[in-house]
């Protein structure tokens, strides 16, 4: 039988696995990425893109490519709840970071803007940059099974276009291959949770809706409809792909009665009620079932095979997190990888990828499937929950407008239930405040301060060792950077200031010592990078003289707060350790 060889073997061409394939291939890192069908995601599928990946994607050098495709944040801003399109509407949520003080927190994080790019447009653009920096990838040909030695992992895969097998052998395997893992279940990673937990229809259309929607401009318009509560995730969804003509309807069905037969003509029944005009003219593009699924892996990787993406967290789109922790899980682990299989590093730093994402995946999963139940009281508010006849329920929404005091509570209750779903909708210390804590990351032996607003709401940024490196603009000449484009590229980068010399001999001993690629950055008047505003000053929690390491991934592995006679052997033993052989 025919073998392969390659370094890494991805599986799966999803977000999770065409990142890990493109992080791979711009570190130069040999792979081959084999995906089960003929094609990429052909329905829209994730959209949300935050803040976080966005850096990411910066980083490997895609991020104008998806800028110029996706509909930018200003047209996600206002989450609708209403009766159907065309009915009432009950209130808007400013979301996804359209809120004016949420927006100063985006403008202030990141360099980056969060955006609504669908899965069908995003996953070329990873595929396409992955294979032109030398990604092999083979469509039609699915993983079967794998089995580990000590020093590779020889899977068997089926070239579903010829129907024989052949195996490839690698030195590592990433299972990527979505919420059906087989990568996962043959690696006998340990779940927690389950899958199943209520049923769901998407259902895509072509309409134009511009009269509905574009005075009103967003991703996600909520529909309160008799039923909205059966299955599914929370109400009816009409999700716009692209504005204001390509468009996703969620539903829910109840999973003891099974999915409904999606017939062309039940879809458009679904899509009608949901708009609340049956006069408009819908083209049906797809329809397929799904389930909400509450699952996560405790641990990612067995030996030489490492999962990412849907694969080791399973939950609902609520918060749109899905593509978005399966792409930094790959970011996360390419590093690792390269460091690994060039020899830099020991095996062990590649225990720190679990230890590092499992806590952000889990979260993940809590988080989204929380959000689900935090739309009843929506429901509640408004008295929809205590009745099933659709008069009664009509009668009930009405009830809001009556100049009595029931009235007035109704509206109350009603706007408060709306503005509690800040927690899905602009949960932006969910999407930025990942810190990892890892063999992978040194202490500085300080107190950990904690929040000091809510986590989930709010994005702290810290440069305490494993959070991610604030961005403040530089200036060199006339180019502005954010902090964040001087770090990432694949290397370590020691960040310092007026003052930091011993740093910056301190990692020219690394790069000897441990032949790392380790740059130096100096920020100050008169050094290569200045801080005109005094942001850097302000977030950097250490003394002009300090010293910050970031890791390829931009997070910090390391900081000291001021100059040190003992700089070379801190630095040498952080990243010794770092590397896994301290
Ligand atoms: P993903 O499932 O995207 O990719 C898995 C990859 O592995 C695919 O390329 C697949 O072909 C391949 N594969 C699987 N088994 C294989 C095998 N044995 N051998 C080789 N290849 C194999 N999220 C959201 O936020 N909003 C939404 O509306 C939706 N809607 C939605 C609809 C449908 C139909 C699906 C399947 C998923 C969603 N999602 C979603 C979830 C979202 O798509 C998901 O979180 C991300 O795609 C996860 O990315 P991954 O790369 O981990 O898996």
């Not at 509570?409 to 706007?415: H, I, P």
Request: glycine share 10%; charged share 20%; proline share 6%.
């Amino acid at each position: 039988m025919e073998t392969v060889e390659t370094d890494v073997l991805v599986v799966g061409s999803g977000p999770a696995g065409a990142a890990t394939a493109l992080a791979l291939s711009t570190y130069g890192v040999p792979n081959v990425m084999v995906t089960r069908y003929g094609s990429l995601a052909d329905t829209p599928r994730a959209h949300i893109t935050n803040q976080r990946t966005m850096e990411v994607l910066r980083d490997l050098g895609v991020e104008d490519q998806v800028t110029a495709l996706a509909t930018p944040q200003p047209l996600m801003g206002n989450t609708v709840f209403c009766t159907s399109l065309a009915g009432e509407e009950l209130g808007r949520l400013r979301s996804w970071g359209n809120d004016p003080l949420i927006q100063a927190a985006h403008e202030l994080a990141s360099p980056s803007r969060m955006c609504d790019m669908p899965q069908h447009l995003m996953e070329p653009v990873l595929v396409n940059a992955a294979v032109s920096r030398g990604t092999t990838l083979r469509f039609h040909t699915e993983y079967l099974s794998h089995e580990q030695s000590d020093d590779a992992v020889t899977a068997l895969v089926e070239d579903r276009l010829r129907g024989d097998t052949y195996r490839v052998r690698a030195r590592y395997l990433v299972g990527a291959d979505g919420g059906r893992s087989r990568v996962v279940e043959n690696a006998g990673l340990p779940t927690v949770g389950r899958m199943g937990v209520a049923g769901s229809l998407n259902i895509v259309f072509e309409a134009d809706l511009a009269h509905l929607t574009a005075h009103r401009p967003s991703t996600l318009y909520w529909v309160l409809a008799p039923g909205a509560t059966v299955g599914g995730i929370g109400a009816g969804l009409v999700r716009c792909v692209r504005p204001w003509t390509e468009w996703m309807v969620v539903w829910g069905y109840d999973l003891d009665a099974g999915p409904p037969d999606l017939t062309e003509e039940f879809a458009r029944s679904v899509v009608h009620r949901l708009l609340g005009d049956d006069t408009i003219p819908v083209r049906i593009t797809s329809t397929s079932a799904w389930t909400v699924n509450h699952l996560y892996a405790e641990t990612y990787a067995d030996r030489r095979v490492l999962c990412a993406g849907d694969a080791v967290h399973r939950h609902p789109p609520s918060n749109g997190l899905g593509s978005n922790t399966s792409i930094q899980d790959a970011y996360n682990l390419a590093w690792k990888l390269k460091l690994v299989l060039d020899g830099t590093a020991a095996p062990a730093l590649l225990d720190t990828y679990s230890a590092e994402r499992a806590p952000v995946g889990r979260q993940t999963v809590e988080r989204a499937n929380r959000s689900i139940g935090e739309t009843a009281p929506v429901f509640e508010a408004l008295d929809l929950l205590s009745t099933s006849d659709p008069e009664q329920m009509w009668r009930n929404v009405g009830a809001r407008k009556a100049a009595t005091s029931e009235g007035a509570k109704r509206r109350q209750r009603l706007r408060e239930a709306i503005a509690a779903k800040v927690y899905e909708f602009n949960a932006h210390g969910v999407e930025m405040n990942q810190r990892y804590a890892s063999d992978a990351v040194v202490p500085d032996g300080t107190p950990d301060p904690g929040f000091d607003r809510d986590p989930e709401l709010h994005h702290q940024p810290t440069t305490r060792p494993g959070a991610k490196l604030p961005h403040a603009w530089v200036v060199r000449g006339p180019e502005r950077l954010s902090t964040l484009d001087l770090g990432g590229h694949g290397r370590f980068t020691l960040f310092t200031g007026i003052g930091g010399g011993c740093w910056e001999e301190a990692a020219a001993a690394v790069r000897r010592e441990l032949g790392v690629e380790l740059a130096t950055v100096s920020i100050g008047p008169g050094e290569e990078y200045e801080d005109p505003y005094g942001d850097w000053a302000r977030l950097r929690e250490i003394g002009d003289c300090g010293a910050l390491l970031t890791r390829p991934d931009n997070h910090i592995g390391f900081r000291h707060a001021e100059a040190s006679p003992e700089a070379r052997k801190l630095l040498l033993g952080a990243v010794r350790k770092i590397l896994g052989h301290g």
